[in-house]
């Protein structure tokens, strides 16, 4: 595994720089720019479920919102929903009282 993506994974985690770094020897500016660039690639166009991708691009949800909603860090929202694992309850039971989709239309294709 490359170092960036051993970065990637540890973010997603929810390890904090210091931590990364104390696993990924390497320098503080390295991990700093990778996780600034993952997360540039992490909007809504990276949503796995197209309902889901449209209804947070037109509403300008982010990942925090439905976090905060399902009571969840926002790596955890971000790894149900570009399909690193699939969405729990308490994630599907957000986005539907959120968006007030049924789980037909937000989660089926």
Do not use: C
Request: hydrophobic share 40%.
């Amino acid at each position: 595994m490359s170092k960036k993506q051993q970065i990637i994974d540890l973010y997603l985690s929810g390890k904090s720089k210091d931590e990364i770094l104390a696993v990924v020897k390497t320098s503080r500016r390295y991990v700093s720019n990778v996780v600034h660039e993952y997360g540039r690639g992490f909007g809504a166009d990276s949503v796995i479920f197209p309902a889901v991708r449209m209804w947070m691009r037109t509403n300008r949800i982010t990942y925090k919102a439905i976090a905060d909603k399902a009571g969840y860090r926002s790596n955890a929202i971000v790894k149900s929903l570009t399909g690193f694992q699939p969405p729990n309850k308490y994630v599907i039971d957000a986005i539907l009282q959120m968006s007030g989709m049924t789980y037909e239309e937000a989660f089926k294709e």
